[in-house]
């Protein structure tokens, strides 16, 4: 299990969900506290302003599932799979995950600040006007996915790999360039100058 920001511990469970099939599951306006989902098929599943609560997730199948306005809140994700899931609007904020699988995830809108994604595979995931503040991207894998306009403030980077990641409209401010991988990433001229500052570069007109 990787380790929460700060050294938080997972929020404790008190009742279980086993083995359950919630393929194609209207979620809409449904509210869980303190669950503990374990090998859940929610394949296709979706709704609108569902919201879990210091759940665990374990083994959940959130394939081609379909989020709007919901909010996993201080969540706990393991080994899950996303594939082609898609979060609109949603919240995860405090929520940690641990070798999950993120292709063609498409989130959009939303607040993940304080999120743990450490060394996440998202190379083929989609992130598009997040926010994502004090979020753990440490390590996370991020050659050419889409970050747009992502609030990255107060982030942890550290050795994160950008390498031809959209970047353009993020707050890159919590940015190392000498402790993250950079090569072919598109940025936008703000961006650039922010880095450039960064670098120890004095930057003029």
Partial sequence: MADRMHGRPAAPTETTI?????????LTGERHEGVLFVDVDMTEAGGTGAVFTDCTFRGV?????????GAFLNCTFVRCGFFDAAFTGCKFVGSMFDGCTYDLMKVKGGDWSFAGLPGADLQRAAFTDVRMREADLTGARCAGAELRGVD????????????????????????DPFTVELRRAVIDPYQAVVLATALGLDVRE
């Fill in 61 to 69: 199948r959130f394939n081609a599932s379909s989020h709007t306005d």
């Fill in 152 to 175: 990255l403030s107060g982030a942890s980077l550290h050795k994160a790999d950008f390498s031809g990641c959209d970047l353009r409209g993020s707050d890159l401010s919590s940015l």
């Fill in 18 to 26: 086993s083995s359950a099939d919630w393929d194609s599951r209207d």
